[in-house]
């Protein structure tokens, strides 16, 4: 393994929970699991909040703080999507508590139910605790909710804890004058931060190499302020990921040390990482019994369908073979619509002809404007296709007024709104969208003048 | 014939033709559900099928799907939830329900729905990758592995637990593991494109080009129409400086999505590094045109005024 080669013991920069690898490292982060662990075993608070923009290690906070405390004190409700109805959020958190759906309909009912569950477990000698993960999701109503959640209390005690976490929103609008009494029944509020400085990044790569078991400097001193550019100034993930990359690079290439070079590059592999594809989940349907047709009709109906079927399980097996996040196939901003509308239709030769508006509303406010939309055609032919534009005297008058640059720009929007409303232009795949975008301009310059 | 016995034939008839009557209301119900997907007329068939017979199980999971289709999560539990009483001892029921209990982002109740199915049967991979996915999403990363090694183990020879394990590995950047595993996929079924995509990239994390585009261009056999591996490749082709390689693989990208400003940005460089070693005319033209054609989608674009001025 890589890290045999550096002499160390264990992995140092794995993305993945793990309480040894975190002491003196990341010190918000520590400070968050430290605080949020004290204010449910020691100080029985009511609210804990941890807040931090997104990939600074909320989620692996909660991770942490769940896996160190003593699981047998406690009955414990994770709710990672919180942004669904009170109703269903009572409902997930009776059903982890007690282990049992809870399909209770009325809140009232379902508040009734969570009272009492919680004296019920104080009985037992335990307590309640309640994490939310990505609690920015959660309504304003739903806050609130929450906050009369809290007012169940018993005179000496909290009967639960509730550990808040979410992204910077959250902590905005904690602070909002309105969510005052939730404010209040705060007993830690934490924020996770990145790593802020080039001086503490040093550090807890060198903490992280001394806690696996380095015994020696593996990283040159120039690497460090590569690591802190490329690391997007000091996201903890970012700086393992660079680091652990540097290590199996280094013991590829048989270097003795990690130097800014070596960062340098792979930096540069980021600039364009997206996550992996992953599989798509749906339920398996039960595989059932063909029914017997009963008729002739149905005979070929069920033989229609039949292929229909084929047809569909192959079009499924294409989709879930291959069902990643496609890039978007937005279209680019629409500069047109403050410059002037424009309408065309493009034909198959054996396909009748359909028109389509460029801009419809351009089109509207051009007649609303009491403007004569009398119509001139350009028409050419791209591939096998016919493109007719029919662009309406105003607009020429319009385009005539304006300078070669600006004409020459609303042409442009003009040719790539037409080819993104026309996908059959470009469909040849040896078809070279900029060619025929560019013969589409120069179509409408041609008219506009 | 005695009187009870023409009463009880009787009621057998009935009963017997309201059972006929259930199922051609529900073959009635497939049918629009092919030719009308998710539609109305599929509900309310499959509906009459239930008065016909309100045992008829096949009929509440079609309407089970229905509503999972439609989103409405809550019919889609109703139904879903009567097929687990009328088959109590049918793991997938259960995998069905915590389905739907998972889409609505109760995972606490999916998971105890996964873990009945296992009751029923211990060695149902699914609901196993099921519950390790909702250990994925409530970021308990040990759970995940473990219940994906638990699947593994339970059909060494099954694809999905292991696609699943390298895929959790990989975005937690355990590279050797996730390499591992997807190897073991690739083993197993030499066109998964999935998993060579994903390998893929893993290489072009490490630094590994060869291996990268070697994989990448049999994903691309496999999916010729797919602009996400043609992205990938062409730019693993223009960090290898193989310019004109870039160049006809984010052509053919272009081709199928003509709107992909980072793209065209990559065939403007590839393109751009071709004429600076052949200042040919037609390629200073060929890259004017598609900087304007970028300017138009983004006309901040910086670089592009910057590559427009050094052409000037």
Redesign the interface.
């Known amino acids: 393994m890589y890290y045999n080669y550096w002499n160390l013991e264990k992995p140092p920069f794995d993305n993945v929970p793990d309480p040894s690898m975190y002491a003196e490292c990341h010190t918000s982060m520590e400070n968050a699991i430290a605080e949020t662990l004290f204010a449910i075993e020691e100080g029985g608070e009511c609210i804990a909040v941890i807040v931090g923009d997104v990939g600074l290690g909320k989620t692996m906070s909660l991770r942490m703080i769940i896996d160190s405390i003593a699981q047998e004190k406690y009955k414990i409700a994770l709710i990672t999507n919180p942004s669904t109805t009170f109703v269903q959020l009572m409902r997930e958190i009776i059903g982890q508590i007690t282990g049992k759906q809870c399909e209770e309909k009325k809140k009232v009912d379902l508040i009734e139910i969570f009272n009492r569950l919680l004296f019920k477990t104080i009985d037992e000698g335990k307590k309640v605790l309640i994490f939310i993960d990505e609690a920015n999701a959660i309504s304003p109503a739903n806050l609130e909710s929450l906050r009369l959640l809290t007012n169940m209390q018993d005179d000496k005690r909290n009967l639960f804890t509730m550990v808040l976490a979410g992204q910077m929103e959250l902590a905005r609008r904690l602070e909002q004058p309105k969510f005052a009494n939730l404010f209040q029944r705060i007993g830690t509020y934490n924020q996770i931060e990145k790593i802020p400085s080039v001086e503490l990044v040093k550090s807890y790569v060198e903490t992280r190499l001394k806690l696996a078991g380095g015994k020696r400097k593996i990283f040159s001193d120039d690497a460090f302020n590569t690591i802190w550019e490329h690391s997007e100034h000091g996201i903890p993930r970012l700086i393992n990921k660079i680091c652990k990359l540097a290590l199996k690079a280094g013991e590829t290439n048989e270097l003795t040390e990690i130097n800014e070079e070596v960062i340098q590059q792979i930096g540069e592999r980021f600039r364009k990482i997206t996550g992996p594809a992953i599989q798509k989940r749906m339920p398996r349907k039960r595989p059932k019994e063909e029914m017997v047709p009963s008729s002739v009709e149905e005979l070929e109906i069920a033989h229609e369908k039949k292929s229909v079927t084929q047809k569909e399980e192959h079009a499924e097996q294409v989709v879930e073979k291959w069902n990643m996040n496609k890039p978007s196939t937005d279209s680019p901003e629409d500069t047109s619509t403050t410059e002037a509308p424009l309408s065309f239709s493009v034909n198959k030769h054996s396909e009748p002809a359909v028109t389509h508006s460029i801009s419809d509303t351009l089109f509207a406010a051009a007649k609303k404007n009491g403007s004569v939309a009398q119509e001139e055609i350009a028409e050419t032919e791209i591939g096998a296709c016919k493109l007719r534009i029919i662009l309406p005297s105003d607009l020429m008058q319009q385009a005539q007024s304006t300078t070669r640059e600006h004409r020459l720009r609303l042409a442009g929007a003009m040719a790539a709104k037409t080819l993104k409303e026309n996908p059959q232009l470009t469909k040849s795949p040896y078809a070279d969208p900029v060619s025929i975008w560019s013969e589409i301009r120069d179509l409408v310059l041609s008219k506009i003048g | 014939m005695l009187p009870g016995c023409v009463n009880n034939f009787c009621i057998l008839f009935i009963a017997m033709n309201k059972k006929t009557l259930a199922?051609?209301w529900?073959?009635e119900g497939?049918?629009y559900d092919?030719?009308l997907p998710n539609s109305e007329h599929a509900i309310e068939a499959y509906k009459q099928s239930i008065r016909n017979d309100n045992n008829f199980a096949?009929a509440y999971?079609n309407l089970g799907?229905i509503y999972?289709a439609r989103n409405d999560y809550d019919e889609a539990l109703k139904y879903f939830q009567k097929v687990t009483t009328l088959e109590p001892d049918n793991a997938?029921t259960f995998?069905?329900l915590g389905?739907?209990y998972e889409k609505?982002?109760?995972?606490?109740?999916a998971k105890?729905m996964y873990e009945k199915a296992l009751k029923i049967n211990p060695e149902n991979i699914?609901a196993i990758i099921n519950i390790a996915?909702i250990f994925e999403?409530?970021?308990?990363?040990?759970g995940a592995v473990d219940q994906y090694k638990k699947a593994i183990d339970c059909n060494p020879g099954a694809i999905?637990p292991r696609?699943?394990l390298a895929?959790l590995y990989?975005?937690?950047?355990?590279?050797?593991e996730a390499i591992k595993e997807y190897e073991i996929v690739l083993e197993r079924d030499p066109n998964?494109?999935?998993a060579l995509?994903?390998l893929g990239?893993?290489y072009?994390?490490?630094?590994d080009c060869r291996e990268t585009i070697r994989l990448l261009k049999r994903a691309l056999d496999?999916?010729p129409?797919?602009?996400?591996i043609l992205?990938?490749l062409g730019?693993m082709y223009l960090?290898v400086s193989n310019y004109s390689a870039a160049e006809e693989i984010l052509?053919?990208s272009?081709?199928?999505?003509?709107?992909?400003?980072?793209v065209?940005m990559s065939l403007t460089q590839a393109q751009y590094a071709q004429y600076r070693l052949n200042p040919e005319a037609s390629k200073k033209e060929?890259i004017r045109?598609?900087i304007?054609?970028v300017?138009?989608?983004?006309?901040d674009n910086k670089t592009c005024q910057e590559i427009l001025n050094a052409l000037e």
């Open positions: 199922q051609n529900f073959a497939k049918k092919h030719l096949d999971v799907f999972l997938e995998n069905n389905y739907v609505m982002s109760r995972l606490g109740s105890q699914e996915k999403l409530e970021g308990n990363y040990k999905s696609f699943c895929v990989d975005t937690h950047d355990m590279f050797d998964y494109v999935k995509f994903n990239s893993l072009a994390q490490l630094g496999m999916n129409h797919e602009v996400t992205n990938k730019e960090s052509k053919q272009i081709a199928l999505n003509p709107f992909q400003e980072e065209h060929e045109r598609r304007h054609f300017l138009t989608m983004n006309s």
